[in-house]
Structure formats: C-alpha cells, structure tokens
C-alpha cells in the first residue's frame, strides 16, 4: 500500500514496533522483502556504466540500511512490509543489479546507527534520508543527490512558537543524528534537546507536551501534520542540503555503480514517476517536484558548511 498524505500515523507506528527496527527483510522470496506495490520489474540486468562490485555480485542481492518509521520514504506498511519512496529505488537497483528486483535484504537502521551499519560492513549501502554534510563526509562516501529537504518545526495547532528564535531555554524533540539535531546544537544552543530513536517516539512525546517542538526534515513534518489535525508546520527551512547514499570510505567502485544507477532512474525520470506514485495528492507532489532529480535538473550538494545558522 502506498503511503498517501492524510492517512493516519498511528497504524505505521504501530507497526514499525511491530517489526522491530532491528529486523530485516530477506530477499530470499519475493515477498520477503517486497515492498508492498513496488513497480521495479525483472528481467535482465541493466549496464548502468559502471560494474557492479564483485563483493556484492558474489552474494546474489544488495543489502541496503534503509528506515523503517519514515513515511512517506521508509517505513512498515499494513501488510509488515517495507514500503515507500525510497524503498522503491532501492527495489529499481536490485533490479539493475540481479535482473531481480527482490534481491534484496532490507535492514532497519536509524539516524545515529545507519553509519555504523555501513563502516560495519552489516549493509552495502545507506539510503535512509540522509542529508549530506561535510562532516558526514568525512566518514562516508556520498552517492549523486536523490532528493531534498531541510528542517522545520512541528508543534501543536495553538502553539504561539512561529521561528527557532522563541526556542531558547525550552525543551526541543529531536533524532539522535539526524540533521536537526546537529543544527540545533550549533544554532540554537540555549534550546534543551530531548533526544529519541524513533519517529514515533518523538511524535508521543510532542502529543505529551514533553517538547515545545519536534525539530526534522520537513518532509517528514508535511507529512505527520497533514495526518494530525492537531499539529502544523512552523518555522523557515534550516540546513538545506539533498540526500544521498552513503557508501564506505574510499569504495570506488560501489560509489561509481550506485553513481550510474541513480543517474539511469534520473534519465528514465524514475525519481517522479515513483515519487508521484507514493505521494498522491496533487497538490503536496507540486510542493516537492523541485526536490527530485529529473532529465535536464539535477540536484547538487552545497559546497560550504550545511550547518549555517
């Protein structure tokens, strides 16, 4: 099932519990690691310009750390599947790979674990709405930029906070790792984190008034506010910077095959076509179609500091 702005959370939050973030999805039958309503196909490999490292070929499928509480991106459907917009590149590239768009192991990883995974060798590749920063850099190799976003503020429907300015000296939800975190942290010093894991975590704890805001990628908040009557988006665009996959350190060979993947979905305009798939009213898609790479427009990373205040 495809998740569609104005769908209730609490059904995928419940069963991102239910899943547990520490599961994975074995590709070893299609609908292990199917995500439900994936259109990736099979048949035979795609030459993408680039070959696919042995390591991986050798294995018979990719193993991707991606999330599991992030809809409309990652996350557990109603079926305990993974689905959304990023699930299904993921699914496209394994079709590239093996000819087999479920060759492929899904597993769950957060803000402050999906590196680790990766330096870990648990996972080939991240692709968990990962904002690139120089810092990050300098521990990971990114892949060409897939989409974009920057961070804004969730807060309650009567809620007078309107800007970053009013949140110094109160207690602020954010993801431990996440680019918000770490903007907060340089920016808005006075502001008193109360950090968790998970998306819904963060979300009970804003409902709970255990924060005055919950400070993340802005997709992600579009999403929970049009789900939540309750709540509403504040607050201007902070660390604006694209998301890209995460490969090891000085693996050229994964980075230049993950690099020409993402540039056949950019020239077969598969980034939109999936991304107006899994987000359906017309209205948000307008919202963001400047946020995915298509033929002709490509994203680019910033080349200072993403972390400006």
């Known amino acids: 099932m495809r998740s569609k702005f104005g769908i209730v959370i609490g059904a995928a939050m419940v069963l991102v519990f239910a899943a547990g973030c520490s599961s994975s999805s074995d590709g070893s039958s299609p609908s292990a690691a199917g995500s439900s309503g994936s259109t990736a196909t099979s048949g035979g490999t795609v030459d993408v310009g680039a070959p696919l490292p042995d390591e ?74 990962m904002n690139y920063t120089p810092e990050r850099a300098q521990t990971i190799d990114f892949s060409t930029p897939y989409f974009d976003s920057g961070v804004k503020l969730l807060v309650p429907k009567n809620s007078p906070i309107t800007s970053y300015d009013q949140l110094a000296g109160k207690s602020v939800i954010t993801i431990s790792g996440a680019t918000a975190s770490l903007w907060l942290t340089q920016c808005v010093k006075d502001a008193k984190q109360t950090l968790f894991t998970e998306t819904s975590q963060a979300l009970t704890a804003l409902k709970q008034k255990r924060g005055v805001a919950f400070a993340q990628d802005d997709t992600l908040l579009l999403d929970l506010a049009a789900k939540n009557s309750d709540l509403k988006v504040v607050g201007d665009a902070k660390a604006d910077s694209p998301w890209g996959m995460g490969v090891r350190k000085g693996d050229a060979q994964m980075l230049a095959w993950v690099n020409g993947a993402l540039a056949h979905m950019q020239q077969t305009d598969f980034f939109w076509t999936e991304f107006q798939k899994t987000v359906t009213d017309a209205s948000v898609q307008q919202q963001f179609a400047k946020y995915v790479p298509r033929p002709g427009s490509k994203l680019t990373y910033p080349s200072g500091s993403t972390l400006q205040c």
């Not at 991707?64 to 409309?72: E, F, Q």
């Open 56 to 129: 991986v070929k050798s294995k018979g499928k990719l193993t991707v750390g991606v999330k599991c509480d992030y809809p409309p991106f990652g996350y557990i459907d109603e079926s305990s599947k993974n689905a959304g917009f990023e699930i299904d590149i993921a699914h496209q590239m394994a079709a590239y790979a093996f000819g087999d768009p479920n060759a492929l192991t899904l597993t769950c990883v957060t803000g402050a674990n999906r590196v680790s995974f990766l330096t870990s060798k648990r996972i080939d590749l991240i692709e968990a709405t």
